[in-house]
């Protein structure tokens, strides 16, 4: 159903003159980066001027440089045949997917979409998912876009969004040279002469240019003489005046030379005065116009130069536009290396919003897509030390002080509620802190969502180049990179490059990196290359810092009884405190009375204070799971019971 | 009318041949009529009217192909010579990028040749156009009739060519003198679009 491409129309057998140099130069360009330079490309030109030639030598040409290329020429009528064949059998959508998957898809003769508006309709869908998958595009019409009677307007503005084409009808050079080179093809030799003779006549096409040639070959083939000049003129039909014969109303032959001439001469002469005109400003800014759209650049600003009379300064216009252009292309070059995706905006394309490409880089620069920073909810400040975790935190400020140098990656490791979180954080902000610092922070699950949706997106490489761009990297919980294969080779990739420049990377995990599941050996071995610090079980000091913390936020003045009370109760993790504290302050704000030690003995221990002593067969922790709620978290479950130290001093009390 | 469009790339011209009647504008149009290519050249219309004032012109387009890019269109009108067809006069002459007067050479047709030269300054007038900024070349026709009858080109330029434009002495029936004129005439409308100014 898919026409092959005739070998024979190449664009070493396509004859360039002057009437068709932007086509080819055009064409060429496409068949050597298919989806990139113009797309879609619209060749329009009269019947047998060499379009279906051209279409089918870029479709050539891209398939000699690039093999793996699938390619597609079809005419319009092929591509409705096949449509509707498909639409009869009901595979209207693997016709689609066929279509959707080529890389270049060449359609010939589109101006017959007049009429069809389903056709128009499909048309349209699949050149909006050929060119969103950056698939190129080449159509061929006798008529421009907009010249097609019925067309849909979309499609018009989609055909002239990309590069649209005429090819006129050639000249008499380029006329005498398709001669040549179609005589030489069939291997028939022609007195000089001949083939001017023949040139010289203005044939409305190339088509009726080789009819010309056939005629000639067959005339000389059936003589056996070779054909001269007045025999070709005989032969052709053409009064010697060079246009075929009943055109010519010369009675005698020198007239006829002569009037030939005059009509000629005058055409030389306005060629001469219009080129003239031609090469003044108008042409200059013609030039940049022509130029500057086909790199798809918004060329507004100098065609308003041509609606005025005698513009002031063209030339210094056209330099700021080019200078604008240049910015525009920096600006693009600048935004795709940070964003791929932003830089196929459309403001990069055009001089007019000057203002607002710069604002658009400038918001991918500093701050559009910036990795996601440290929470400010935890500052180092804040952060509760005790010997509990004194190894982790000198390591965090020997990383604070030379990050990247010394303890490189360091991994906190801890159980659940222990403050890794806080101090992960609390590194993150401290490195904020630092000249040009651009610090990632964010929980291992995030970064696997981020990727998932980037390569959703297709926006992977701006994923990466945002991460890539940050001086240091924090991972919470980077036991959730478990069974997560993508992630891990992308945070292995990171991991070699924050090694290689000195970044620091930071990252949590409940237990030793070895001793977590799923995660490649690679990154295991990498997590332990540098410092695993423990975090134990929170002391009293710990407990007493924090408790004064959480306090605070409640506002609550910590009276000492209270906190030490508070301090003293065995716990788990410090976020636990947190609940404890909250029972404490709701239950006093209940009973509207102040927050004291004996109110949160009570409440916590459930009974009077007064000399109240538990009974031995009851041992709570105090922390009584509510019953409206009735989950049992391990927050608020007691699973290692206090030391024996610990509870001589409570039944001391 | 826009002479010169740089968006379609077009460059059209209308060229409007002035004159007094039967002084041989037609005869001009004709004769480029049979020298232009038919390729190149459109169907000479000849309208000679529903109702005898309304429309009452020649019309020849001629395509001259691309030029510098440029697909180049020259539009050749005739206005009708006789006093009475004014209105249709001054419709052709609407949007005119050039003229050609075509004077006629006899001594006796002076008069005529002067009362048309003068329609022809009010009638640019009406369309809001001074007749000094408009392209103008002078066309003394009928230079072949019997040296007696006719006033020499120097006494047609001192009579009538107050201007000082081109001029050029022809005898359109047989041709001479009238592509010189034309090719006069395009390329001071041309020339005028270089100038920035489009008509």
Redesign the interface.
């Known amino acids: 159903m898919t026409s092959t491409l005739n070998p024979k129309f190449t664009f070493e057998t396509f004859v360039v003159g002057a009437a068709n140099r932007l086509a080819v130069t055009a064409g060429r360009t496409v068949a050597e980066n298919p989806g990139s330079a113009y797309n879609p490309l619209f060749i329009y030109s009269g019947s047998g001027l060499g379009k279906t030639h051209l279409l089918m030598a870029i479709g050539h040409s891209a398939k000699q440089l690039a093999p793996q290329l699938n390619i597609e020429y079809l005419t319009l009528d092929e591509y409705v045949e096949a449509f509707h064949a498909a639409i009869a059998a009901g595979q209207g959508d693997a016709f689609r997917r066929r279509f959707q998957n080529v890389d270049a898809l060449l359609v010939d003769d589109v101006q017959f979409l007049t009429n069809r508006k389903e056709m128009q309709a499909e048309l349209l869908r699949l050149t909006e998912a050929l060119q969103q998958a950056g698939h190129q595009i080449v159509l061929t019409s006798d008529r421009p876009p907009a010249e097609i009677a019925d067309l849909d307007e979309r499609l018009i503005s989609r055909f002239s969004g990309g590069l649209v084409v005429d090819m006129g009808v050639p000249d008499y050079e380029t006329r005498v040279a398709i001669l040549r080179r179609k005589a030489e093809e069939r291997g028939a030799r022609f007195q000089p002469g001949v083939l001017e003779t023949a040139a010289g006549v203005e044939f409305p096409n190339v088509r009726e240019l080789m009819g010309a040639l056939n005629r000639l070959v067959a005339y000389q083939a059936v003589n056996d003489t070779p054909i001269n000049a007045e025999a070709a003129r005989q032969v052709l039909g053409v009064a010697a005046s060079g246009a075929p014969a009943g055109l010519s109303t010369a009675a005698s032959p020198t007239a006829a030379v002569s009037t030939g001439d005059e009509f000629s001469q005058f055409l030389t002469d306005v060629t001469v005065t219009v080129g003239k005109a031609v090469e003044a400003w108008r042409a200059r800014v013609a030039e940049a116009v022509l130029r500057w759209e086909g790199e798809g650049y918004r060329t507004g600003r100098l065609e308003k130069l041509l609606d005025h009379d005698s513009p002031a300064a063209v030339d210094e216009a056209i330099a700021s536009y080019i200078h604008d252009v240049e910015r525009l292309k920096a600006l693009e070059a600048e935004v795709g290396a940070l964003d791929p995706q932003a830089a196929g905006d459309k403001v990069f394309r055009d001089p007019e919003r000057m203002a607002e490409a710069e604002a658009e880089a400038a918001k991918v620069r500093d701050g559009a897509a910036p990795p996601p920073a440290p929470s400010g909810a935890f500052p180092l400040d804040s952060y509760a030390f005790g010997s509990s975790n004194d190894v982790a935190l000198s390591a965090a400020r020997a990383v604070i002080d030379a990050p990247g140098k010394k303890y490189n990656p360091l991994v906190l490791v801890g159980r659940s509620g222990l403050g890794k979180t806080h101090l992960l954080n609390a590194i993150g902000l401290e490195l904020m802190k630092k000249k040009g610092a651009v610090v990632a922070c964010l929980s291992t699950q995030d970064f696997v969502d981020e990727l998932i949706a980037a390569i959703d997106g297709e926006r992977v490489d701006w994923w990466r180049a945002r991460y890539r761009r940050a001086t240091a990297l924090l991972l919470d919980d980077i036991h959730l990179l478990a069974g997560k294969d993508r992630t891990q080779e992308e945070l292995f990739n990171l991991f070699n490059q924050f090694m290689d420049g000195d970044r620091q990377l930071v990252f949590t995990a409940p237990a030793h990196p070895n001793k977590l599941e799923g995660l490649e050996e690679r990154i295991v071995s990498r997590l332990e290359g540098g410092l695993v610090a423990e975090i134990g079980d929170p002391d009293r000091a710990v407990r007493h810092t924090a408790l004064e913390r959480i306090l605070g936020q409640q506002k609550v003045t910590p009276d000492p009884a209270l906190l030490d009370y508070l301090a003293d109760r065995p716990t788990d993790s410090v976020r636990s405190l947190t609940g404890v504290v909250q029972r404490v302050v709701e239950a006093a704000a209940a009973q509207d009375q102040p927050v004291t030690a004996g109110l949160a003995r009570e409440i916590l221990e459930g009974q009077p204070a007064a000399g109240a002593r538990r009974t031995t067969g009851l041992r709570t922790s105090g922390l009584v799971v509510s019953s409206a709620g009735g989950v049992r978290s391990r927050e608020k479950m007691v699973w290692d019971w206090p030391s024996a130290a610990d509870r001589v001093i409570e039944d001391l009390r | 009318m826009s002479l010169?469009n740089?968006?379609t790339?077009e460059?059209t011209c209308k060229i409007v041949y002035y004159g007094p009647g039967r002084s041989g504008k037609t005869t001009n149009l004709h004769y480029v009529y049979?020298?232009?290519?038919?390729?190149?050249r459109g169907r000479m219309v000849s309208l000679a009217t529903q109702t005898d004032r309304t429309l009452f012109f020649d019309f020849l387009p001629i395509d001259?192909?691309?030029?510098?890019?440029?697909a180049?269109r020259f539009q050749l009108y005739t206005v009708p010579g006789q006093v009475y067809y004014n209105a249709t006069r001054r419709l052709v002459l609407q949007g005119a990028d050039g003229v050609v007067y075509v004077g006629d050479s006899q001594a006796r047709q002076l008069d005529e040749n002067l009362e048309s030269l003068q329609n022809l300054q009010s009638n640019l007038l009406e369309h809001g156009v001074d007749v000094r900024t408009v392209p103008l070349v002078m066309q003394y026709n009928k230079q072949d009739l019997p040296r007696e009858l006719i006033l020499t080109p120097a006494e047609l330029d001192d009579a009538l060519n107050f201007r000082g434009v081109p001029s050029f002495p022809a005898d359109a029936l047989h041709?001479q003198g009238v592509?010189e004129t034309?090719?006069s005439i395009?390329?001071l409308v041309?020339?005028k679009?270089?100038?920035?100014?489009?008509a």
Do not use: C, D, H, Y
Request: aromatic residues 8%; without cysteine; glycine residues 14%.
């Open positions: 010169v740089f968006t790339r460059i049979g020298r232009v290519p038919e390729s190149r001259l192909g691309q030029i510098s890019g440029f180049t041709g592509f034309l090719k395009s390329e041309l020339k679009l270089a100038a920035g100014s489009t």
